[in-house]
């Protein structure tokens, strides 16, 4: 008879991030999209701006959310912690390979964290949403003037005696003409870059639930309930014991 052993691995604080960070992925996507086809949907320049305003919002959670995941790497559970998270480390490479063998062969090995692969994974979701998050910054600076840099900004395009505090959205009789068109050659990069960083994003995004509903049909381990609950269940010996846990209990 199969026993089944319920470990505790993801603490509340790594969960609230992971359903906020859904969340604001999803507002911010369609929100996105929606701006990136102001043109075509018709969308006057108020409609634009309170667009703009939202996604810039929901962008300021995004980014505190994740810049918390990042302390939370320091401060979090055994499991939440940069070293059981991202790939690396002494024996890191043969655990991959085991992994991945033992995957192909159909009886993979059961993980309490992150299996090996998937910490490549949440690597490259890390790297894009940082990428992401800066960007987005710098946008919301060249857009609409919003901080950390927007007041900066203002001040950089500003017409010779305008208060840059009363530097506007789609108000071009404020703007220095060379000034503004000297910041928006500077913007262009970066828009490109957070604009393809979007669907490589959405891509990875799409990749990650895959492989985790597929984990969890292959693996097994209840590796969606966990995120719920904080807890796994599973049927044989973990692969990653907490070793350090086991010996203070």
């Known amino acids: 008879m199969t026993e089944l052993k319920s470990y505790p691995v993801w603490d509340a604080t790594t969960r609230w991030f992971h359903w906020i960070n859904v969340l604001c992925f999803i507002a911010l996507a369609g929100l996105g999209l929606v701006i990136l086809n102001t043109g075509a949907l018709a969308i006057p320049n108020p409609g634009k701006l309170l667009l703009k ?56 090995k059961q ?55 009363s530097v506007a959205p789609y108000t071009p009789a404020l703007y220095d003409k060379a000034s503004y068109d000297s910041m928006r050659s500077v913007r262009e ?35 969606v309930s966990a995120m719920f609950t904080g807890r796994k269940i599973l049927d044989r010996p973990a692969a990653d014991p907490n070793t350090d846990h086991r010996r203070k209990k």
Do not use: C, K
């Open 53 to 108: 305003t939202l996604h810039v919002w929901v962008g300021y959670v995004f980014v505190l959310n994740l810049a918390w995941r990042f302390i939370w790497g320091f401060a979090g559970n055994h499991y939440a912690r940069w070293r059981q998270m991202l790939p690396g480390g002494p024996g890191y490479g043969q655990e991959l390979r085991d992994y991945l063998s033992s995957f192909s062969a159909g009886h993979p």
């Open 189 to 223: 990069p970066i828009s490109v870059v957070h604009a393809y960083g979007f669907y490589l994003l959405a891509f990875m995004v799409m990749v990650h639930i895959a492989a985790v509903v597929m984990t969890e049909l292959r693996e097994g381990g209840t590796l």
């Open 111 to 165: 993980t309490i964290g992150h299996n090996p692969a998937g910490r490549i994974g949440i690597a490259i979701l890390l790297l894009l949403m940082t990428s992401q998050a800066i960007t987005g910054l710098v946008l919301a600076g060249t857009d609409i003037f919003y901080p950390p840099l927007g007041h900066w900004i203002a001040g950089w395009i500003a017409a010779p005696g305008v208060d840059p505090s």
